[in-house]
């Protein structure tokens, strides 16, 4: 079965089962697909069809669902954004995109309004709002109700057709659309399902930003399997403690942020949690003490997915963690890696070199970008642009990204191995180590920290202790920065880049 009857199929087979719950309001998989039918069949009403690119600037709503719901059965391109763009950067991805239609909130109305008429393709009537009115935008609600929901015309939809366009600003800024196709996008479906054991029977939960493709790691499960998938607007630690208990939560995919987070709160724990099976962190490796604590509370629940939206991941198995909690796993079946030097020649094992592979969610290219999509896939290989090495047993180490790597008097310091060092200080709740230029040794390190509540460590006592227990004078940090929060990508992520530029401007100031 194709992803496009998944839909239709739950509605036939498990009509009455709650497909959504999102803020206190529960959607069978009859009523879902009820209403793709009536939101594929507005579209068509409008000569939107397969193949027609639709632009979301939307936070965690049914919409969104709704949107890669309809994509899935009648093949439309969704193209998520990050609904904090603005200017030219919101206007130029959509237009990359050939987008034809967008759907967003009123939040980002002001934003919007100023680039309307720079978007090429998308016609007066094409903008549609999820949420309230505005002058210019069709409400979202009323456009999909006036429409049919009888099943839609069926299409033809082979697995090299695309699904969804994905932008990621990568390591040169420039916007990349990362394209998966609808074959991708069911291998997300049974690789991830087995992967994290998932069944019919699990209840998931979703906290971040579902235009981070991280999401689709359970989402595309959800599809698969007709698991009931539990969404929250944004991430509250307290909130989603709350909502894990209260809805048997088995299965949630955090970014390390949310999970430094959770470890706040005595009730992230196995007593309080007992439904839990799963956690599962991606995105940006997770520091060991981090690792340690969460095993300690939620024991044999732990998975780590190193990846990269371009196709291609290692999982870290909750039955491999306690003989390898350094690692971030090997590859799942079908997928394979390799760690190569700058000549793209294998290293041995134990050696730091790039990693490269290939899977069956490998992207097909950038979209219109055939010379990144060169430099990215060589001899159908993909390079991820990350440091590590593999033990005697094929399990992979990531070291660091390429970008982050610091040299200092010539000398390759990894910013991670003295993060997880600064980690070790009890009164640090999180860090982002980065370098900076030196007059004398090109680059120095340099730890942004954040504090616990009340911590009586001053930045200098943290900068001695740090560099009284690193194993070389040059992994030695030149300053210690406390922050009180670290900027985050809408995904989560820390933005170390940022950290960076805003010290180095403060001190030329």
């Not at 989402?219 to 991430?235: E, Q």
């Not at 390390?256 to 995105?283: K, N, T, W, Y």
């Not at 690792?291 to 491999?320: H, N, S």
């Not at 942004?448 to 070389?472: E, F």
């Amino acid at each position: 079965m194709a992803m496009n009857a998944l839909l239709t199929r739950h509605a036939r087979y498990r009509p009455d089962h709650v497909a959504v719950v999102f803020q206190g309001e529960t959607i069978t998989w009859a009523s879902m697909n009820r209403r793709v039918n009536e939101l594929i069949n507005a579209l068509h009403g409008i000569g939107l069809g397969k193949g027609d690119k639709l632009a979301m600037l939307l936070d965690n709503s049914v919409a969104v669902l709704e949107l890669y719901h309809a994509a899935a059965k009648a093949g439309f391109v969704v193209v998520p954004l990050s609904p904090l763009l603005r200017g030219d950067g919101l206007s130029n991805l959509i237009n990359d995109a050939d987008a034809r239609a967008v759907f967003t909130m009123s939040k980002v109305v002001d934003h919007l309004d100023p680039v309307r008429d720079d978007l090429a393709k998308v016609e007066p009537d094409r903008f549609f709002l999820v949420d309230g009115e505005a002058d210019g935008y069709t409400p979202y609600d009323a456009f999909v109700t006036a429409a049919s929901d009888t099943e839609p015309p069926s299409v033809t939809i082979t697995g090299d057709d695309p699904y969804n366009i994905i932008y990621s600003s990568g390591t040169t800024g420039s916007p990349k659309g990362i394209v998966h196709t609808h074959a991708i996008r069911e291998a997300y479906c049974t690789g991830f399902t087995a992967s994290y054991r998932i069944a019919p029977e699990s209840v998931i939960l979703h906290s971040g930003s579902l235009v981070f493709n991280g999401a689709f790691l359970t989402l595309m499960p959800h599809f698969y399997t007709g698991a009931r998938y539990v969404l929250m607007p944004s991430f509250d630690a307290a909130g989603m403690i709350d909502l894990m208990a209260s809805e048997g939560v088995t299965h949630v995919m955090m970014v390390p942020s949310q999970i430094v987070e959770l470890l706040r709160f005595e009730a992230f724990d196995e007593a309080h949690l007992p439904d839990l099976e799963m956690i599962c962190s991606v995105g940006a490796p997770l520091h060991l003490e981090h690792k340690e604590e969460l095993a300690r509370r939620l024991p044999q629940r732990f998975y780590e997915l190193y990846g990269l939206t371009e196709g291609f991941v290692t999982i870290l198995d909750r039955d491999d963690f306690p003989a390898k909690p350094g690692s971030v796993g090997i590859p799942p079946p079908l997928y394979e890696m390799r760690i190569v030097d700058d000549d793209g020649d294998d290293l041995p094992t134990g050696e730091v070199g790039e990693i490269i592979g290939h899977g069956p969610i490998m992207m097909p290219g950038y979209y219109k970008r055939p010379d990144l999509t060169a430099e990215a896939i060589k001899d159908g290989w993909l390079y991820t642009g990350d440091l590590g090495y593999v033990d005697d047993d094929g399990f992979l180490f990531l070291v660091d990204r390429k970008k982050d790597l610091i040299i200092s008097g010539g000398v390759n310091v990894y910013p991670r191995d003295i993060e997880e060092i600064v980690i070790q200080h009890g009164d640090v709740r999180d860090v982002a180590v980065f370098g900076v230029p030196d007059d004398r040794w090109g680059e120095t390190p340099i730890a942004a920290v954040r504090m616990r509540l009340g911590a009586p460590t001053s930045a200098t006592d943290l900068r001695a202790w740090v560099n009284d227990r690193v194993d070389a004078r040059y992994q030695k940090v030149g300053d210690v920065v406390v922050l009180d929060e670290f900027p985050l990508s809408v995904s989560g992520k820390t933005l170390r880049r940022i950290i960076r530029d805003d010290y180095i401007a403060e001190r030329s100031e």
